[in-house]
């Protein structure tokens, strides 16, 4: 199995709302990953999570919360986003080195 | 720190033809690893080719090769015998070598179209 697999693959929110991204791998990764993609613009890296434990964050607001429950799935809790957080959340998940394996990401829009 | 440089924001390409995507790099490390990646309207970004820094032979995958120039620091992607398929933005990005957490840095990217 070479599949990261994230749910929901849309989601639409109001800026009050809760709601979760959830993303799995069953490759024995130790390093999982979320990121940010704007349209036509790179992925940007949000949080890294090793051995399940959060080793980077690359300075994310607090409206967003990851979490690593075991080493095979990775969530994003989201709560009161603004608009501008409308994008394709994208996970990933990699061995120590070598390439990263993307999921097929969650469309979020933020009315 | 290290960072990635796609100067060609678009290209176009017939299809059955030949076409160069063009990346640059900057590090100060001798070990890393260079991919190509595709991100097609889907938006799954798909893996196309990887090159580890101390091989010397350049990496190929079926109609997709590179051209890695570690010296020049460049590493460009040929895309032989265009096909409709191919019509992506493809992600030029560097990892350094070893450490679970090394970071994975992209290129601005470059939008390909494949006319038929």
């Known amino acids: 199995d070479t599949e990261v697999t994230q749910t929901p693959k849309h989601l639409v929110m109001g800026m009050t709302n809760k709601k979760s991204l959830k993303c799995e791998q069953h490759?024995?990764?130790?390093?999982m990953y979320w990121y940010k993609q704007k349209a036509k613009k790179p992925p940007e890296l949000m949080f890294v999570?090793?051995?399940?434990?959060?080793?980077i964050n690359e300075s994310v607001p607090s409206r967003f919360s990851p979490e690593c429950p075991n080493s095979s799935l990775l969530n994003l809790h989201l709560h009161a986003l603004q608009p501008e957080d409308s994008a394709l959340y994208l996970c990933?998940?990699?061995?120590?080195?070598?390439?990263?394996?993307f999921g097929s990401g969650t469309q979020l829009s933020v009315l | 720190a290290q960072t990635v440089t796609q100067s060609q924001p678009e290209m176009s390409v017939q299809e059955a033809e030949t076409v160069t995507l063009s990346c640059t790099y900057d590090?100060?490390?001798?070990?890393?690893?260079l991919f190509w990646y595709k991100q097609p309207p889907s938006r799954q970004m798909i893996l196309v080719i990887r090159?580890?820094?101390?091989?010397?032979q350049n990496a190929t995958e079926n109609r997709f090769s590179v051209n890695f120039q570690k010296a020049a620091k460049s590493f460009s992607l040929k895309i032989s015998d265009s096909q409709l398929g191919d019509a992506a933005m493809y992600f030029c990005?560097?990892?350094?070598?070893?450490?679970?957490?090394?970071?994975?840095?992209f290129g601005t990217g470059t939008l390909l179209a494949v006319q038929p």
């Open positions: 990933a998940s990699s061995r120590a080195a070598g390439e990263l394996f």
């Open positions: 490759m024995g990764h130790r390093a």
């Open positions: 999570y090793s051995y399940e434990k959060l080793s």
């Open positions: 590090t100060s490390e001798s070990d890393y690893y």
């Open positions: 090159q580890e820094a101390y091989k010397q």
């Open positions: 990005a560097y990892r350094s070598l070893g450490g679970a957490t090394n970071k994975l840095i």
